[in-house]
């Protein structure tokens, strides 16, 4: 029996009346610019100095847009996510509290601090979910320079690609994906745990790989070494790498 989802909503009233009024005002202005005049924009910037309760104004703003849309909330026919970046996961973790509106006992179930990257593995939760907070940092989610990411992520990756490109549970795979990660648990979770906690988002993996097919493509087409050739060159390295050995760090 699928549990009933019980969506609380906020007490704007009671949120606005504890903003100072200059606060109110900036609520106001920017819920009329965004929501109601009749080209609304998409963007609005509060350019406040530090201290004068910008994420309280995003607090009632926040309330104020739940009831705008709180009969389509109820009804289903509306999913409502407030994405929140934030430089600094620390202050990302104390600020999506703030920002959340709801409150109560649905704190928690409501409330996702994430990177951009597992949303495939957590997209599940967030539909059914009617309304969600989600924050990301830029250095987590937005930084495109080479890393070997977190073991969650390297696991993402191996479970979009196994099938795909035929990985299998070669040691070879297994062991490139590692990294850092001890290798009794890194094999115990990829090959076992992941599959168990995590529920892919088919959507998304597929338009994933179909960005990956134009890649290949364009890369073939462009008589580039592909990145399929590349990484399967690059397991190879891993083939024969035993416990206490390394890989040049070219790799």
Known sequence: MEKENKTSFPD??????????????????????????????????????????????????????????????????????????????????????????????????????????????ELKEIKNNRINFISFTPGTSFNLRSSEGIYQERALIYHLLKEKWNLSYRPKYVKFFQCYAKLEYWEEYLLKKFNKKNTIDTFLANKFLEKLDAKIAQENQNNEENIYVRFEKTAEKFNYLYKGKKVSTDV
């Open 12 to 121: 704007t009233a009671k949120i606005l009346s504890q903003l100072k009024d200059f606060q109110r005002k900036t609520v106001k202005y920017a819920f009329e610019q965004m929501y109601e005049r009749e080209n609304p924009t998409r963007r609005f910037l509060i350019a406040d100095e530090v201290g004068l309760g910008k994420t309280l104004v995003a607090r009632g703003l926040i309330a104020k847009a739940i009831d705008r849309f709180k009969s389509q909330i109820q009804n289903g026919t509306l999913r409502y996510d407030i994405i929140y970046i934030c430089s600094n996961a620390e202050i990302a973790k104390q600020n999506i509290n703030r920002l959340n509106v709801i409150g109560g006992v649905e704190r928690k179930e409501f409330t996702f601090t994430s990177r951009i990257t597992l949303l495939p593995v």
